[in-house]
């Protein structure tokens, strides 16, 4: 794998990114390279190399996140790394809004803990991710969601176009 | 609009796929008010949307959503905030090979994000397979209008596309309806 951190790329064949998307693989540590790009691997953004050692190459939520703090997001992440996930893009329209915890976004988005940590992890590695440790003011809830003034119109529209 | 719909409205300049995203989800044929594209220079299509493209889904007991597509030439801009009023949220098509991609997304982002309030998907259609740098950079230039939605590139005529902006808008949407309950 080459990485040209000055055009936010980097190059790989296609049985590696099959693998570093499986985690099923380690990587060594880099090394300076100044030859050409060699034939047969496929240019991909560097974000998308981040987003994979997040999510993928990690156990637990990473060491240095304290999993009191309330998250929030400074953008949007590709849609590509969310993989059409529902509770991924609901954790992004949540986290672009505004700081929660970590309670209240697995809730909310009802995401399971392993996929909540990966994704946090991949926000975190990818430079997305900025938390805080305060609590806001108002806790949203499950509750809140379902009674929405769209809940019932967003929930047949999902099951009518096979979102659900 | 009553309490047993909604509306979601398609925005963007001529060429960007309005009205093939909208046909892709209503229930009937869209209806469409094209007429002889006379900006040729804008965009090559021999037709374009001159009022509106209207598209409806029906729901179970009743409730149905709504699918308005303003007319992509700028000189009917006097219908984008009728067609705008009560949208839970805009859909906006971008065309990624367009030399003027970076001023439709400033005109249509002003006129349809309402500060951040209107929950806004941007979908940019035609970018080559290892295009990556255009969604970037739409993504910086809405972060510099105070703007944090999702960018996604497209290919309107591919259903699937189609579903995960309305996806992604419905999740919007939510989080976007639970911090006004909270107000």
Not at chain 1, 91 to 104: E, N
């Amino acid at each position: 794998m080459l990485v040209k951190p000055a055009s936010h790329r980097f190059y790989a064949r296609p049985a590696l990114l099959h693998a570093l998307n499986a985690g099923t693989v380690t990587l060594s540590p880099l090394r300076p390279f100044s030859e050409s790009v060699p034939e047969g691997m496929a240019a991909r953004p560097l974000f998308e190399l981040a987003w994979m050692t997040g999510a993928k190459h990690s156990d637990g939520l990473l060491p240095w996140l304290d999993p009191d703090s309330q998250f929030q997001l400074s953008r949007w992440p590709s849609a590509a790394a969310l993989n059409k996930s529902r509770p991924l893009l609901s954790l992004c329209a949540l986290m672009t809004r505004r700081a929660l915890g970590r309670a209240q976004l697995q809730i909310l988005s009802k995401c399971d803990e392993a996929t909540f940590n990966h994704f946090l992890n991949a926000c975190e590695i990818s430079g997305l991710l900025v938390s805080e440790r305060r609590r806001s003011a108002a806790q949203p809830t499950a509750v809140a969601m379902e009674s929405q003034r769209f809940g019932g119109l967003i929930r047949g529209l999902r099951t009518r176009l096979g979102l659900s | 609009m009553t309490h047993d719909e909604f509306k979601i409205l398609f925005t963007g300049p001529m060429g960007a796929g309005k009205t093939t995203a909208i046909a892709q989800l209503s229930d009937d044929e869209c209806v469409s008010t094209d007429v002889v594209n006379t900006d040729l220079e804008q965009c090559n299509k021999e037709m374009t949307t001159a009022g509106l493209d209207y598209g409806y889904i029906s729901l179970a007991d009743g409730f149905g959503v709504r699918l308005y597509g303003t007319p992509g030439q700028e000189r009917f801009r006097f219908m984008w905030p009728i067609l705008a009023n009560n949208a839970a949220g805009v859909i906006l098509l971008l065309n990624g090979e367009h030399p003027d991609l970076e001023k439709h997304l400033a005109i249509y982002a002003d006129a349809f994000a309402n500060n951040g309030e209107t929950p806004l998907v941007v979908g940019i259609g035609r970018l080559a397979a290892n295009d990556f740098s255009c969604v970037d950079l739409v993504t910086e230039k809405l972060a510099n209008m105070g703007l944090f939605v999702p960018v996604i590139s497209v290919d309107v005529r591919e259903k699937e596309d189609v579903l995960l902006l309305v996806e992604t808008l419905l999740c919007q949407i939510e989080a976007h309806e639970m911090e006004l309950m909270e107000v």
